[in-house]
């Protein structure tokens, strides 16, 4: 089969492999698409840990092409999505319920072959089926919905209240209709790129800011701004130094700060312990997706999320390659790989 190869830090490449086979426990998944990922970038330029020579491509689902003999609840022919992150079930944090920090993680499409490829093994434990008639493109949207779903859960968002989403990216768009139907009231999104702000309009925001244009924390929290109490939720979604500081901000006296943003490795951000203590702001890291895969494909299933709005284009496996290699296109939002 055809997959796409991450052989080391900058080396990347389209390569004739074996086609793996299920295990006992394993589901062989026909991959209808896969989501390119700032991580995947991330990981092409040694800005995030994995174990190269790897298949990238941790946003997938498709169609179960065999099954293992230990298998129950899958048949083949199944649409299925998967939850890349394997954890152990052994170590303390998921002995604690806390599986997205466990010591013994192992992400599909970081350390071991993803979803760039026409096949991919898939635990059955990482398995969530989907109905047989969604659209191919929307069960790749799984992996990311259920990472802003943690974020938003984390931020405890009340019906009224006032969000900030900091970057106009896939992550953003999809936490900015999350905020929606978690019932707040105003939300706003920032964004350098029209086009992006505008589709954030379309899909719930109640106002757009251009940072490069004005000067957002006086756009939104000073004496005339949009809030000038401050925001009570800001999600930091850009994964840049400049938004993680921006977040601090922007939030009111109290107010809750969301990092779901991927930053480089080793990147450096400052703030004021100082202020960070007299406001008695929190600050909260939300890391991957745990118990909530479930959750994002039931949601992406009903219809409540627009998906087909968030796909700027589809690609072939071959072009995969300069895609990854390349920085998002201007006014992107999500690209998806569909090797057939």
């Known amino acids: 089969m055809k997959a796409v190869r991450l052989e080391g830090v900058g080396s990347i490449a389209l390569r004739e492999v074996g086609k793996p086979s299920a295990g006992p426990d394993d589901l062989l998944v026909r991959i209808e698409a896969c989501g390119v990922c700032g991580t995947d970038r991330h990981l ?9 020579p790897v298949t990238p491509g941790h946003e997938f689902s498709g169609i179960v092409e065999a099954i293992g ?3 129950s609840g899958f048949s083949v022919g199944d649409r299925v999505t998967g939850d890349p992150n394997i954890a152990c079930g052994r170590c303390p944090h998921c002995h604690a319920g806390r599986v997205n920090l466990c010591h013994n ?3 599909i499409g970081i350390r071991r072959d993803g979803g760039f490829a026409d096949y991919v093994v898939l635990p059955q434990k990482q398995a969530f089926l989907l109905p047989k008639d969604l659209n191919p493109t929307h069960g790749a949207f799984c992996e990311p919905l259920g990472c802003c779903l943690h974020g938003v859960d984390l931020a405890q968002i009340k019906p009224g209240s006032s969000v900030a989403v900091l970057g106009g990216g896939v992550i953003g768009l999809l936490t900015v209709q999350l905020a929606r139907l978690a019932g707040a009231t105003t939300i706003i999104l920032s964004t350098r790129q029209a086009s992006r ?12 800011v251009d940072p490069s244009a004005c000067d957002i924390i006086d756009t939104v929290v000073g004496p005339s701004g949009l809030l000038p109490g401050g925001v009570d939720v800001v999600f930091e979604c850009a994964g840049v130094r400049e938004t ?4 601090m901000r922007l939030a009111r006296a109290g107010g809750t700060i969301v990092v779901v943003g991927v930053t480089p490795q080793g990147m450096k951000a400052e703030f004021e312990p100082f202020d960070l203590l007299f406001r008695e702001l929190k600050v909260l890291g939300s890391f991957l997706n745990p118990f909530t895969h479930r959750r994002a494909a039931d949601l992406i299933a009903s219809g409540a999320i627009e998906i087909d709005k968030l ?10 390659v300069a ?8 006014g992107e939002v999500k690209v998806l790989v569909v090797p057939r």
């Open 44 to 52: 092409f330029h040694g800005e995030f840990p994995c174990t190269p």
């Open 69 to 71: 003999t230990a298998v």
């Open 105 to 107: 993680l192992v992400a």
């Open 197 to 208: 702000r505008a589709l954030a309009k379309e899909l719930g925001a109640t106002a757009t």
């Open 244 to 247: 993680v500081e921006q977040s």
């Open 311 to 320: 796909i700027s284009r589809q690609v072939t496996l071959e072009e995969a």
């Open 323 to 330: 895609v990854i290699a390349s920085p998002p296109a201007p």
